[in-house]
T-cell receptor
């Protein structure tokens, strides 16, 4: 089974500053998807950003960007201009791109999460 | 506003009681996942369905857990009998296979406390 490791249980950042959350994963597959999910106190799991392993270009979504290093199996999330609303638990997740019964929409493997605090 | 709806949001029950959690996937979605979140294990897959048929339930304790999709608009997760170690947040997520590159959308979860 694939494993996803987030080595930072907690991180903090000052409002308007930049923070980077780390994630590494272990897989023998060459094609897969990587995700960052945000879980605020409401418990809702919100997809922040997604990366396809076959794409060399790093994904970006407004203030959120990733640094995808396929050879190193590393997938970090950078949050720029941090806002108070960014405070949440962040989960890194992996999904195989292998087709199962015609689809790549399969299970996610999650890391243990990083709790991000944003200070005013 | 399409979203996955889970009921109840919170449930407190006594050990030994039956618990049923319900999920209404987004209309038209044909894949439904059940995940469990605990402090000890993190987020883990219990089971998932496609077109109402179970594809993978290897993460689910078979002796007390059961998951079904009576119809395309309802997924249920039952625990009988419940135990304190079942206390967790249970998430349902749904997705549409027909669209390549699609993702699964999560509900807000059911927080279960077994005392």
């Amino acid at each position: 089974a694939q494993t996803v490791t987030q080595s930072q249980p907690e991180m903090s950042v000052q409002e308007a500053e930049t923070v980077t959350l780390s994630c590494t994963y272990d897989t023998s597959e060459s094609d897969y998807y990587l995700f960052w999910y945000k879980q605020p106190p409401s418990r809702q799991m919100i997809l922040v950003i997604r990366q396809e392993a076959y794409k060399q270009q790093n994904a970006t979504e407004n203030r959120f960007s990733v640094n995808f290093q396929k050879a190193a199996k590393s997938f970090s999330l950078k949050i720029s201009d941090s806002q108070l609303g960014d405070a949440a638990m962040y989960f890194c997740a992996y999904r195989s791109a292998r087709r199962y019964r015609g689809s790549t929409l399969g299970r996610l493997y999650f890391g243990r999460g990083t709790q991000l605090t944003v200070w005013p | 506003d399409a979203r996955v709806t889970q009921t109840p949001r919170h449930k407190v029950t006594e050990m030994g009681q039956e618990v049923t959690m319900r999920c209404q996937p987004i209309l038209g979605h044909n894949t439904v996942f059940w995940y469990r979140q605990t402090m000890m294990q993190g987020l883990e897959l219990l089971a998932y369905f496609r077109n109402r048929a179970p594809l993978d339930d290897s993460g689910m304790p078979k002796d007390r857990f059961s998951a079904e999709m009576p119809d395309a608009t309802l997924a249920t997760l039952k625990i009988q009998p419940s135990e304190p170690r079942d206390s967790a947040v249970y998430f349902c997520a749904s997705g549409l296979v027909a669209r390549e590159g699609t993702e699964a959308f999560f509900g807000q979860g059911t927080r279960l406390t077994v005392v």
